[in-house]
């Protein structure tokens, strides 16, 4: 099997829809096996949520948020000790100076799950923030015998096993019409495994530890969290090689692996990103 991956690192657990575990002796690799089309549920959302992008942002993850809210808090709880109190001012400042005026729909997303699971808007915010603080999950692209292509990676970020049950399969609608269908963690609004049937798939890996003082820092100069931006890709782009081209052009807030596959048998990149720019990109030969 041609094969390239970010990282090899040693898993926790494997969550996602699209998937088929590999247990490896040595490497204890729980991957996540995604073709564009549905194989195997490792992890079972208990049902598929739509998010409709026609609505309100406030009401966009209401039911995802009443179905969750205990997970949420739970999560809130755990993240709120690992910030002192003087990032949290800076986080709130930054909030309200930034996030609100030039990422308005975001920041009304998270007021309205912090509507429904008693937490305000920089709660949620904050918790939207922390996978982008750490360098955890891998995946790969690689293509079998036959040619076909596959797109893989684990989820592997603290809070085991309170995240497994926050697991969820969410489809994006317009007009009634799907977009694309991502693999996420209840409360969470950005795009880390995403596919867009006959079309592309993707997947989003930490590179390197952040503070959040770097985090507040790049965004204050512009950049945008890099699973906000993954989100806005695969909400517009309608190929592979658009997705690669956009997400090449961006600054985002935190260094990462961003791996694609398409539809095609040479269809697959790897791109290594630094906070301004991408420092590498691989594409499967």
């Given at each position: 099997m041609k094969c390239m991956a970010n990282v090899v690192p040693t898993a926790q657990y494997n969550a996602?829809?699209?998937?088929?575990?590999?247990?490896?002796?040595?490497?204890?690799?729980?991957?996540?096996?995604?073709?564009?089309?549905?194989?195997?549920?490792?992890?079972?959302?208990?049902?598929e949520y739509v998010i409709d992008m026609d609505l309100p942002p406030v009401e966009r993850y209401a039911e995802i948020a009443k179905d969750h809210r205990?997970?949420?808090?739970?999560?809130?709880?755990?993240?709120?000790?690992?910030?002192?109190?003087?990032?949290?001012?800076?986080?709130a400042?930054?909030?309200?100076?930034?996030?609100?005026k030039k990422y308005k729909e975001y920041a009304e997303e998270f007021a309205g799950i912090g509507q429904l699971t008693d937490l305000s808007a920089i709660d949620v915010y904050v918790l939207n923030c922390f996978y982008e603080m750490s360098a955890m999950c891998t995946s790969i692209v690689a293509r079998d015998k036959n040619n076909k292509l596959i797109l893989a990676r684990n989820f592997d970020f603290g809070f085991d096993p309170v995240i497994r049950k926050m697991y969820t399969n969410v489809v994006y609608k317009r007009?009634?019409?799907?977009?694309?269908?991502?693999?996420?963690?209840?409360?969470?609004?950005?795009?880390?495994?995403?596919?867009?049937?006959?079309?592309?798939?993707?997947?989003?890996?930490?590179?390197?530890?952040?503070?959040?003082?770097?985090?507040?820092?790049?965004?204050?100069?512009?950049?945008?969290?890099?699973?906000?931006?993954?989100?806005?890709?695969?909400?517009?782009?309608?190929?592979?090689?658009?997705?690669?081209?956009?997400?090449?052009?961006?600054?985002?807030?935190?260094?990462?692996?961003?791996?694609?596959?398409?539809i095609k048998e040479d269809e697959g990149t790897v791109i290594t990103r630094d906070k301004d720019r991408p420092v590498d990109t691989k594409k499967l030969s």
């Open positions: 996602g829809f699209q998937y088929l575990i590999l247990a490896q002796r040595h490497m204890k690799l729980l991957s996540i096996f995604l073709t564009l089309f549905v194989l195997l549920h490792t992890i079972r959302a208990d049902k205990e997970q949420i808090r739970k999560v809130f709880e755990t993240a709120k000790n690992m910030v002192s109190r003087n990032i949290w001012r800076i986080v400042d930054t909030f309200r100076i930034v996030t609100v007009q009634v019409k799907e977009i694309v269908r991502c693999g996420n963690i209840a409360g969470y609004v950005g795009a880390l495994t995403c596919m867009r049937l006959k079309a592309f798939a993707l997947a989003m890996n930490g590179r390197v530890r952040n503070q959040f003082k770097e985090f507040i820092l790049k965004l204050g100069e512009g950049n945008i969290p890099t699973a906000w931006m993954l989100r806005e890709v695969v909400l517009n782009a309608e190929s592979y090689e658009a997705v690669v081209r956009m997400v090449v052009g961006r600054r985002t807030v935190s260094a990462s692996f961003v791996v694609i596959a398409g």
